[in-house]
């Protein structure tokens, strides 16, 4: 959310010419590597239980 920024990415490509070509998809990469690092984002994955008090396999 804007009123409380977790994060912010500025990106400079030198001689990069449009930001859309040359910054934004190094832009997406940091934020992409950011967003899976952080523990915030993270889930635990569900675990399904079979009748019997075993699990899936």
Known sequence: PYTAPR???????EHGNAGAAA?????RDIMLDV??????NRKEAPTD???GG????
């Open 23 to 27: 910054a934004a998809p190094v832009a």
């Open 49 to 51: 239980k079979v009748a």
């Open 35 to 40: 967003l899976t690092r952080d523990p915030v």
């Open 7 to 13: 994060y912010a990415v500025s990106v400079v490509v």
């Open 54 to 57: 075993g699990s899936a396999a």
